[in-house]
């Protein structure tokens, strides 16, 4: 006989189960070291801003050389002084724009309105650029006076006989002192013209002091020349200070071109 195969077991569907509430999965914890904030540094100055106070201690040294030798750069100075001088009102005013009557009251007022607007703004060591700029300042006699006494360079025909002309300190103090106001009110301006006018002021303030002392007699080009390359050293030194010291500021407060 056949054999009847076995009934196969029916599937039965389960019940239905009760609804739970949703599983929700937990994702595992990472713990992270808390981080710090650090503040962006400044904007690097531009490489060939960097020669620049290279460039002029090797051209203060190569003057200061010739002039405590005598050598024959001292002989085209006095030619180019003879060309240029021309004692006038002009000269005596150019010249006068370097003293310390001047010269120091202008950065005076321009310290004490940074000053002002740095704390009236918030800015943290408000008070810490006017007074790195005042030291400066008063650093240039501390400098300019030894070497005057060392190189004892005497003067051009047109002043009383005597030595002590090199450096030229009206030179080196309206540079300081002008130099060191513009970087004051540099981060107080927005960028754009104002601030190009500001440098562009400035440079030729500077500029026009070392001519006027050479027309009028009171100083040797090289004197000048010698005067120029101090200023700019020590209003380097300024402004990477004040770089840094800025570092972590808002864009406007920065002392950046």
Known sequence: MPTRPDPQPECVPAPPTAAGPPTVTTPPTVTTPPTVATAPPGRRPRPLLLLVPGVSTLLFALITWQVLVDGPLLRADEHVSHALIHP???????SDLGGVPVAVPVLALVAAYAA???RAAGTPRWWLPPLAAAALLVLVPAI??????????????????AVGYYPSGHTTTAAVAYGAATLLLLPLLRPGPARRALVCGCLVLVLGVGYG???RGYHWPLDVVAGWCLGTVLLFALWRFLLRLSAGSTPRQRWER
Do not use: F, H, Q, S
Not at 88 to 94: A, N, T, V, Y
Not at 144 to 152: D, F, G, H, N, R
């Open 213 to 215: 002392l050479v027309r």
């Open 144 to 161: 300019v006076v030894p070497l005057k006494e060392w190189t004892a360079r005497p003067g051009t025909p047109a002043v009383p006989p």
């Open 88 to 94: 006038d009102r002009l000269g005596e005013l150019l």
């Open 116 to 118: 002002r607007a740095g």
